[in-house]
């Protein structure tokens, strides 16, 4: 077993291998703190057969025990990957998966397993670099290693790898990828911070990664195995040079065609003529040729952008395509918007819950409730396509992205107690379909009343580089995220940046580089903002007539049970009664929601007197509950109840209880006295008096 360890922050990061998962091409077990990560990495000898992509595979799973938990549900085993476990995956895979070589098709597959959750809330983040360090020591090619770190600003200084419960304080929260000499990826969400913030958290993690970069290089050092052989295909000359004659300057002429379909339409009858010509029965060379021609498409695309300063649709590298939007559109639901932006467009809408229409998430970190949602659908026709349709990696994904955009602008759930659910519906799709929800999400939340605090629009920037040579692209085509070497998204206001996602398909980008496309991209999104402010520009005052009415009240927490009752009794007798949904939190928030407001004044009405305490000298009309020879109890309030003494019943003496006043019967009674323990004694023959002297 060799092992190596660096202080990070607060506690000891180690890695180490030799021990566990030895049958693995690499393993190495992970821990910082009470956190342990195992990755392993396996890759097959050979390549696949017939297939023109790399087929790597990364998962990250977390088992309950890890954090001594047992499974809830029937079966108390893991089932399929939770919400978190796809988005760790996706985040562990993107600054992985540009460091294989080129033409390197042997199937791969990457799993990150959380062993032992501590409080240090790294296990997400870490299991990047122990996917780094298991495919560096193994035999497997792979141009790494690479590493992330967590990084959060709370009080303007900022902090690496926050602990759970420093979250909350955090103005910004990224998590960043890179290798030592540059940075790869970077996830995260901001509360509306300025850019140049945003970029002194990438810098500030960038340090950090270079020591965990060094760290894996002193394990592979001790125990690295010597990588296999590797060779990537040779391109055949003669043919690249038939089919760049025969189909460069049609290709190109092809690049240039408006519109996606058009435009693609173009480019495969050029590819399709260049097939039938070149290739014979005896010499099927329709792959080949259509790798070239790929090949041969990208070339013409990106010198275009890069010496002309010409994209495929014509546009200026910072020009952003036409936009529109309409709001309200749809009858039924509680806000709708229909955002779009040149061949991109999608349907949002907005629904407002109750706060029994929380989501409930079963986590490592204990139980959590989610009362703002935001689910992005990518049906295949947006694109034209024919298949399956389901919820994939890519649309959690996109929610996710989406969702943080937006989540940083919501009221407060004390000023705006509903719960909400925003739906994206991509109906069609040429270049970031994701920031075009965050537009619309904004739009149909306007349009439902929700008072956010303001706007949120998005938009996705690319980067075409060769060399020393670079060119950043504002608001990319699907064929400029395609063939370029960056997929760049950044949401915010016009006051900062809400959420931030950067993916690249080279080794890293320059730090100049991405402030200036942080320049561009702020530029882009005022320019959309201003387009979604003819459309709606403050939210509506009213909400709509369908949407449920949230009246809320503020109890003493030891009021909570008589108001909730034995087994939810009393609450279920409420809604029962009024028809209201109530819900009731460890605050002593009480939520009453229903369309009716006669309804809801009305459980107002049963749970003021519910909570209501009595007062000294006060006048109730309370319920003879039993009757006893020295007198009777009487419930003045629910569940509270006090002595009526027979000297107390009438001005006058009386033999028996009973002869006035009986089980069942309602009477007034005056609080005379009330003790330490709570006991009270009461007067009818008081209240009786004050009664009279009233009329």
Not at 27 to 44: C, E, I, K, P, R
Not at 259 to 268: C, L
Not at 317 to 340: C, M, N, Q, T, W
């Amino acid at each position: 077993m060799e092992r190596v360890e660096i202080e990070l922050g607060n506690n000891t990061l180690s890695l180490e291998t030799g021990e566990i998962a030895k049958q693995a091409d690499g393993a190495v077990m992970l821990q910082y703190g009470d956190t342990v990560v195992l990755a392993t990495a396996v890759s097959a000898d050979e390549g696949r057969e017939g297939i023109d992509f790399f087929p790597l595979t990364i998962d990250y799973q977390e088992k309950t025990y890890a954090a001594g938990k047992i499974p809830g549900g029937f079966l108390k085993r893991e089932g399929r990957p939770t919400e978190k476990e796809v988005l760790t995956s996706r985040l562990t895979d993107r600054p992985i998966r540009p460091l294989f070589p080129d033409g390197y098709n042997n199937e791969t597959q990457g799993i990150v397993t959380v062993l032992s959750y501590g409080i240090e809330n790294v296990s997400d983040v870490f299991g990047i670099t122990a996917m780094s360090a298991a495919l560096t020591i193994s035999d497997i090619p792979f141009n790494g290693p690479v590493a992330a770190v967590r990084v959060g600003r709370i009080e303007g200084e900022y902090v690496l790898n926050p602990e759970a419960e420093e979250a909350d304080y955090c103005e910004l929260t990224f998590i960043v990828a890179g290798t030592e000499e540059a940075v790869m990826m970077v996830e995260g969400g901001a509360q509306e911070m300025p850019e140049d913030i945003v970029l002194g958290a990438i810098d500030f993690a960038h340090e950090q990664i270079k020591v965990l970069v060094k760290l894996q290089k002193d394990l592979a050092a001790k125990a690295g195995k010597p990588k296999r052989e590797f060779n990537a295909p040779e391109s055949d000359g003669e043919l690249l040079t038939k089919v760049r004659d025969e189909a460069f300057d049609r290709l190109k002429e092809a690049c240039v065609v408006k519109g996606k379909h058009n435009r693609q339409k173009a480019i495969n009858t050029v590819v399709k003529e260049t097939i039938e010509k070149l290739s014979t029965e005896e010499d099927d060379l329709s792959g080949e040729i259509s790798s070239v021609c790929h090949d041969l498409e990208q070339e013409i695309v990106r010198n275009m952008i890069l010496s002309e300063g010409v994209r495929a649709d014509g546009r200026k590298p910072d020009e952003i395509r036409p936009i529109s939007s309409k709001i309200g559109f749809l009858p039924r639901v509680h806000g709708s918007a229909l955002f779009v932006r040149g061949e991109t467009q999608a349907i949002v809408t907005a629904t407002l819950g109750t706060g029994q229409d929380e989501q409930r998430i079963d986590a490592l970190e204990g139980d959590m409730y989610r009362s703002f949602m935001l689910h992005y659908n990518f049906p295949p026709y947006s694109v034209g396509e024919i298949k399956r349709i389901g919820t994939g990696r890519r649309e959690i994904g996109h929610g996710a992205l989406a969702g943080r955009a937006v989540e940083k602008v919501l009221p407060a759930k004390e000023e705006f107690p509903y719960t909400i659910r925003v739906v994206s519906e991509t109906t069609e799709s040429n270049g970031s379909s994701s920031m075009a929800t965050v537009c619309g999400a904004t739009l149909s939340l306007m349009d439902a009343g929700v008072p956010i605090k303001k706007p949120v629009a998005g938009i996705a920037m690319g980067l075409i580089m060769e060399g020393d040579k670079s060119v950043v692209l504002s608001d990319i085509l699907g064929l400029e995220d395609h063939l370029g070497d960056m997929d760049f998204k950044v949401t915010g206001t016009d006051s900062g940046v809400t959420a931030f996602q950067m993916d690249v398909k080279i080794a890293g980008v320059p730090r100049d580089v991405m402030e200036k496309a942080l320049a561009q991209a702020r530029d882009g999104r005022l320019h959309i903002l201003s387009k979604m402010k003819e459309t709606i520009e403050q939210p509506r005052e009213e909400l709509p007539s369908n949407a449920p009415r949230i009246y809320t009240m503020q109890v003493k927490q030891d009021k909570i049970r008589d108001i909730i009752g034995a087994g939810g009794k009393v609450r279920r007798g409420i809604v029962e009664e009024t028809g209201c949904k109530i819900d009731v939190d460890d605050s002593g928030l009480v939520s009453i929601a229903s369309s009716d407001q006669e309804a809801a004044q009305k459980a107002i009405d049963i749970i003021n007197a519910i909570i209501e305490e009595p007062e000294v000298g006060k006048i109730y009309h309370g319920r003879v509950t039993k009757v006893v020879d020295f007198g009777a109890f009487v419930e003045i309030l629910p569940g509270t109840e006090g002595l009526l003494h027979i000297s107390q019943i009438a001005d006058r003496r009386i033999a028996k209880v009973t002869d006035e006043i009986n089980e069942g019967d309602e009477v007034p009674v005056k609080v005379l006295e009330i003790d330490r323990s709570g006991k009270m004694k009461l007067s009818r023959k008081e209240a009786l008096k004050e009664q009279k002297a009233e009329e």
